[in-house]
């Protein structure tokens, strides 16, 4: 059985959202406190695989100047960062049914450029100058990119990870109200 084609293969500036660009520079602050303006910091720089989720209209239209990324994770690492809890079937299936509001899975891909089992990690969420972005995208030659209706997929497992309203349960007496006379 073949598997689905849930990637196109793409090159070049042009960005869309469900782009993946592996080992991407992302900069980090060591230190704050009292800054004065254009006051030198020190900056530690990570290599991270990301996954564009600002929206393919704002990129193509060039309505943004920074672009909102997600780190891109390998399954195996997720199972070695959160626990054996996660490496068994019943795991995989709660993050292939989207019951893992967190993570948004990508398909393997065995064909170059490949890619293992993964995820979009949504606790890891990084903005980043357009510009750089693009010289990215551009450095790295032949690169995947979601193809509907997985982008659109992506899409929707950030706005439910982003919505969520935490409430107070302070509603518990409605499970013991036995209802009307």
């Not at 500036?13 to 992302?26: M, R």
């Not at 980090?28 to 929206?55: I, K, M, P, R, S």
């Not at 969420?125 to 032949?142: D, M, T």
């Amino acid at each position: 059985m073949s598997e689905p084609s849930w990637f196109s293969v793409v090159e070049g500036a042009d960005l869309e959202q469900g782009d993946l660009l592996p080992n991407c520079p992302v900069p980090f602050v060591q230190a704050f406190g009292e800054l004065a303006d254009n006051e030198e910091v020190n900056v530690t720089v990570e290599l991270h695989d990301l996954c564009v989720l600002t929206q393919s209209c704002d990129l193509v239209n060039e309505k943004v100047e920074t672009i909102l990324l997600g780190r891109v994770v390998t399954w195996e690492d997720v199972v070695v960062a959160k626990g054996q809890g996660y490496s068994g079937s019943k795991m995989r299936k709660k993050v292939r049914e989207g019951l893992q509001p967190a993570l948004c899975l990508l398909h393997r891909r065995r064909e170059e450029p490949k890619l293992p089992w993964s995820v979009v990690d949504f606790q890891h969420l990084y903005v980043l100058p357009r510009k750089l972005v693009v010289e990215r995208a551009l450095s790295l030659g032949r690169r995947l990119r979601l193809e509907s209706p997985y982008r659109e997929h992506l899409a929707q497992a950030f706005a439910r990870y982003f919505m969520r309203v935490g409430l107070p349960h302070d509603a518990i007496t409605f499970e013991l109200d036995p209802g009307p006379p």
